[in-house]
């Protein structure tokens, strides 16, 4: 049974930062694209951050950033425990939402429940 559940999520002030951990289980990890996406409350969902498969070229696989999230919410994996990490820094208001993990490869994708975050004084 795949299963990808978020953890790390939670309320922080602005400026101040989070960790987001996504565990997978039930497939094959290491040649799926990795990635988080992000719902604000009466938006659609938008892309945050993605990390490939590693390849011979790429072994620690590339990576995409929305432009708002660059330099600031670096995404990683660890091919030896399977997760998949966002490390979220300089939290600002508006990255408010909840947070899911997702793992895509040929046109199939899983995704989990979501972690909330929120970002408020």
């Known amino acids: 049974q795949v299963q990808l559940v978020e953890s790390g999520g939670g309320l922080v002030q602005p400026g101040g930062s989070l960790r987001l951990s996504c565990a997978a289980s039930g497939f094959t990890f290491s040649i799926y694209a990795m990635g988080w996406y992000r719902q604000a409350p009466g938006k659609a969902r938008e892309l945050v951050a993605t990390i490939t498969a590693p390849t011979i070229t790429t072994p620690s696989g590339r990576t995409n950033y929305a432009d708002s999230v660059k330099g600031r919410f670096p995404i990683s994996r660890d091919y030896s425990k399977n997760p998949v990490y966002l490390q979220m820094n300089s939290l600002k208001p508006d990255n408010t939402g909840v947070y899911y993990c997702?793992?895509?490869?040929?046109?199939?994708?899983?995704w989990g429940q979501g972690s909330q975050v929120t970002v408020s004084s």
């Open positions: 997702t793992a895509d490869r040929g046109g199939i994708s899983y």
